[in-house]
């Protein structure tokens, strides 16, 4: 029966039975459906063979296909295989490391020349499937990247999963790194040029001082007399020299991507809110400043200055004469907390969604860039925190900022 099954299944009913039945006892008839019965099955096997050959190329098509996607990726990319050796290499994983396909498919990623290996098989092996904005050493200079993984799984007949592969993507964020701190550093200039009438008037003061001082002394005949306008000479220079520091240290050009030190946040806050203080003594603004000794942050003092600046300009933008701005700072476990608090005019509902949109402005035309928040974010993000802002009309804005902390011993 299994017998006559199977040649059913091949040459029709009627072959089967002669088969089985007779023996294969053919006469004229019998042969010449035979005849036709293997015909039938020639052209079953021709079409069948057609349609596999039509599926192989379109298998060979999505295939080529799906390998040009990723050799045309304009992220950099790399497919590792079954025993972890190097299948794909696009052209932009060529233009981001120099290296070229042929040197790197076949191999391993730890025949990689440095500092891609460690970069790389460090990444294969991490637990994490992003890694944003890591930096190394290449060519000289400081580069920095996104990473992104996806380990390719199969499953067998069997039933077992297996990882076969894994693919890397290697985001180059190196210009798009160097185009912010250059819009940041042309946002700090820009924020100089409205300290300066603040700053002319400040030094005034002093420098007045001094000249009468000068003056005086010439007329002095007694030692203590001479001693004290001397002593009062320094304290003035050294008030000049306070601001024009702390003018200067906001405003230098850096390195788009410095190594990161501990710095005190007390002190940044304090130079920041000096330098505010120069363009709006008219509003005769209290600043209520409240800093936990001894918090330190990993970073970069001077972009950190620049976010503060920033948000205080805006907080004293939107107060009016005789508010008060409070600036808080704390420890809350393993992280840091600012707040920035002001009872200004707030900011509509319409205009949130906004917020951090570079050239986003509710200020008049040439009181601000509309930089300021979309900079600062920038920068927080760089430091990985956050920055959120709650605004009711009419009552006010409290901006909380939140860092990793590093406390000193």
């Not at 890694?131 to 060519?139: D, H, K, L, S």
């Not at 002093?206 to 002095?220: D, H, K, V």
């Not at 190594?259 to 509003?283: F, N, P, Y």
């Not at 570079?358 to 430091?383: C, E, M, Q, W, Y």
């Amino acid at each position: 029966e299994r017998i006559e099954r199977n040649l059913y299944g091949l040459i029709g009913p009627q072959m089967s039975n002669l088969i089985v039945n007779r023996k294969l006892a053919l006469d004229a008839r019998a042969r010449t459906a035979l005849a036709d019965s293997m015909r039938y099955v020639e052209e079953r096997l021709a079409r069948s063979r057609s349609l596999l050959h039509g599926l192989t190329r379109e298998l060979d098509t999505l295939q080529r296909y799906q390998r040009q996607i990723l050799e045309d990726l304009p992220l950099g990319a790399c497919a590792l295989g079954q025993e972890g050796e190097i299948i794909l290499w696009n052209q932009a994983m060529e233009a981001c490391t120099g290296i070229r396909g042929a040197a790197a498919i076949g191999y391993p990623l730890s025949h990689l020349p440095h500092p891609w290996n460690e970069l790389l098989v460090g990444f294969a092996r991490a637990s994490d499937s992003h890694v944003y904005r890591t930096q190394i050493q290449a060519e000289g200079r400081t580069r920095w990247f996104n990473l992104h993984k996806a380990v390719i799984t199969d499953t067998s007949i069997s039933g077992v999963t297996e990882a076969p592969g894994m693919v890397i993507l290697v985001e180059d964020l190196t210009q798009m790194e160097t185009l912010e701190a250059e819009l940041a550093h042309s946002d700090r200039l820009a924020s100089v040029g409205r300290l300066a009438a603040g700053l002319a008037h400040e030094i005034g003061n002093p420098l007045t001082g001094i000249t009468s001082i000068a003056q005086n002394l010439r007329y002095e005949e007694e030692r203590e007399a001479i001693d004290q306008s001397i002593e009062d000479i320094l304290v003035q220079t050294n008030r000049i020299t306070h601001i024009v520091r702390s003018l200067m240290n906001f405003s230098r050009g850096s390195e788009p991507l410095r190594q990161r030190t501990e710095v005190g946040l007390c002190r940044i806050l304090e130079e920041a809110l000096e330098l505010v203080k120069l363009t709006h003594k008219e509003k005769n603004l209290l600043f209520i400043l409240e800093c936990q000794a001894g918090i330190r942050l990993k970073g970069d003092a001077q972009r950190l200055s620049q976010v503060f600046v920033n948000l205080l300009s805006n907080a004293c933008d939107a107060s009016q004469p005789g508010d008060s701005i409070g600036i808080e700072a704390l420890e809350e476990g393993q992280q840091v907390t600012i707040r920035i608090r002001d009872r200004g005019t707030g900011i509509p509902d319409s205009f949130r969604e906004r917020l951090f949109e570079p050239f986003a402005t509710t200020k008049p035309s040439g009181k601000g860039t509309g930089l300021g928040l979309s900079l600062a974010r920038n920068i927080v993000l760089d430091h990985q925190g956050t920055i959120e802002i709650e605004s009711e009309v009419g009552r006010g804005t409290c901006v909380t900022i939140r860092f990793p902390g590093t406390t000193s011993a």
